[in-house]
């Protein structure tokens, strides 16, 4: 069976995979990105691939229909709304989920011949605020630097970036490096939690949350004082250097750091001339998110350090191809191609798509286009790939306006969002072992992605949808496959280009499509350029680089009496968004079943928090239920809860409903990484958990939590009302033991030899871990000791081994801790004993940490 080379679909490194039919991934030993590595997500990709939960044909009012049916009444909803109230009264809603081309035909479509610029992608949640920084600081949206540069560096700085979760493989390639520099790459990691990236980290600084500004100012005022400004660059590549609002005494304090520390961190960057400051969600999610990221760019002109090897302010993004977004121009204030509004852009590009109705003007921004959307405003919406109904802020808002919205149109793989259930059409897009196109990654590397599966049921492309719709609206998008529209893609960005736009793909006019290999942009006949600006030549005005005066702020809704908390929201390792594809994946599932939200013990200690507990998160926004984990690592006055779980997986864990939609003035990002919040002890009558062989959509319950696994489905669950075993675990031979005085009852139920359900109730400690039973639903006649051990829940004389750490090969807590107390005192020793951490390496940050803590402990 012959391997293809396509990418992951997940995080904006963009990693090579060699993929095959039956579902097998490896890492692309070829790609620059990876060479080889795959963090759990990438590896666990064959885990997703099952036809269960796809959406695989057209619906219209829940009915399915043929694509012709569906396709016309797209056309018909969109044209009829333009008609009776112009073109601004329709919107698209796209995502870094889509392949350039498909999103290159979206955005034409709606902004050459739909005539409004209302399309935005979700991108806008993941780095809207480094677009906009780039272009204020460069002229442009150049990211300068590239991977490498994180191995060549002498310092590493991660600002707001927990690397080791959300973009495992760069991290690898910076530990690598470590391991064979000597410990450079020094590391430091900027970050109010202490993540497991902090873990790794030669020094964390502990930022009060939204703090970043005070802090990259205070260093420019450093950078300043001491000397450490390259005099030569800012004369001849920039403008606007002046003294920053803020210097250490008043960063230390809006920092609410030590001073030394700071001073420390100030001096180390002044003297290593090869530093790359990385940054990500932590400083683009923000209300001040634009500032951010210029009082961090700020500090790289200031000193020259851009576009060298090892130098360099780089923003990595979240998705697999928010990049590509970014080059088509699928951001409402974004034209095409690095284009934006100017009358000159608008000509030029009207001109090259022969456009009739081209968008003069900007359209909205994602959180106020739901917000028009809700005002009535907007009456037609087409999303595409993507679940705003969980994964904007204050979701339960944007779920009413889709729900009172006249037309909606949900082009997706899956068949069940939160999103989806407002759909009067459904459109079955392709899945990714099925997708035919190009993706851009964080270090602007065009990468193909090629299907290594047949599409299924009636799914289509994307771009064939979209132009299937455009045809019956009356514009020629007559293009054969995806070549085509990269070819045309690729015309554009030379159109009349002759050096004036950073995007440029001139070099790849007669490149072979199927064949075309990583490449980074801009791409001329020259060749391709791996960093940008080392010799100036910036897209600003004079071709100078801005350095901008930045001041912090305090966010928009700050905390409060009724609201003490400041809710911080984030990724775990191994979740993927809103779980559409890594909630379907056993091995994923393992590692953090449940959602938490994450409390500093003082705190805890005060709330009658207890680690394992339940806890009630409120917002003025709305609510979720969560497990409370008690951390040392989290500030006291702060709180983190994770965003990937939705209604699909839970009952009251939308944690994206809690989030504040105050957003950056500038860039229209989204603050989710700051909502007032309160939180209070939250006590069910009983809680336990239930495997069903057979899942289902929902349970009668306050609480419950889905995650899949072989052969079953397992729920996490608590109620306040009474227990109702009979709701919950359905019919057939039942073996059950009660003890109504100690509140435990299990239940497990047989079809014929076959397990069909078990279902646990009791006290928290009391509950054994479930892996056995779990495993015990991949047999089709149960041994009679197994059928004697079900409701003792683990065989005789087995202990619990706890969560899996290494999703990988399934290593739990006890075999780590068995093998370190057996002597082996390295993560390689940890590893060499039990596997764990020897395949994609996510989890080393973690055996790292659990081998400090039991070394402690020890001590
Ligand atoms: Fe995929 Fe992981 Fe690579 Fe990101 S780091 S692209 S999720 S394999």
Known sequence: MEAVRT??????????????????????????????????????????????????HPEIDGKRASWDAALDRVAAG???????????AVAFYVSGQLLTEDYYVANKLIKG???????????RLCMASSVA??????????????????????LVVLVG????????VLHQRIMAARAKRGGLPKLVVVDPRRTATAEGADLHLPLAMGSDVALFDGLLAHLIETGAVDEAYVARHTTGLAKPSTDIEAAARLCALPRATLQAFYADFARTKKVVTVYSQGVNQSASGVDKVNAIVNCHLATGRIGLPGMGPFSVTGQPNAMGGREVGALSNQLAAHMDFAPADVDRVARFWQAPRIATKPGLKAVELFAAIERGEIEAVWIMATNPAASLPDADRVARALARCKFVVVSDCVADTDTLKHAHVK????GWGEKDGTVTNSERRISRQRPFLPAQGAAKPDWWIVSQVAKRLGAAFDYAGP????????ALSAFENGGSRDFDLSGLIAADYETLRPTQWPVTAAGSAERMFASGGFFAPGGKARLLETAPRAPVNATDAEYPFALNTGRVRDQWHTMTRTGRSPRLAAHLREPFVVVAPSDAKRLDLADGKFARLATRWGGATLRARIDAGQTPGTIFAPMHWTGTHAADARVNAAVNPAVDPISGQPELKHSPARLAAWTPAWEGFLLRRDAVRALPLDYWIASAGYAHTRYDIAHCGALDVDALVGSGMRLEYRDDKGGRRRVAVLDGERLTAVLFVGPHATLPDGAWLASLFAKPVLAPDERRALLAGRPSGAVD???????????????????IAGGCASVSAVGAATKAGTNCGACVPELAARLAALATRAA
């Open 7 to 56: 990418t992951c679909p997940y995080c904006g490194v963009g990693c090579g995979i060699l993929a095959k039919a039956d579902g097998s991934v490896a890492g692309d030993p070829d790609h620059p990105a990876n060479y080889g590595r795959l963090c759990s997500k990438g590896a666990a990709l064959g885990e997703t691939l099952a036809l269960e939960g796809r959406l695989l």
């Open 78 to 88: 969109f044209a009829d709304t333009i008609a009776r109230k112009g073109p601004d």
């Open 113 to 123: 011949w739909l005539g409004t610029a209302n399309i935005d992608t979700n991108s």
């Open 133 to 154: 920084g780039h272009k204020r600081a460069f002229g442009s949206d150049t990211v300068p630097g590239n991977y490498a540069d994180l191995e060549e560096a002498d």
């Open 161 to 168: 970036s927990n690397l080791a979760w959300c973009h495992p």
């Open 427 to 430: 459109l079955p897009a392709l």
């Open 483 to 490: 070549a085509d529209i990269f070819a045309e893609h690729v």
């Open 801 to 819: 081994q706890g969560q899996v750490v290494c999703a990988c090969h399934g290593i739990r807590e006890g075999a780590i801790d068995a093998a």
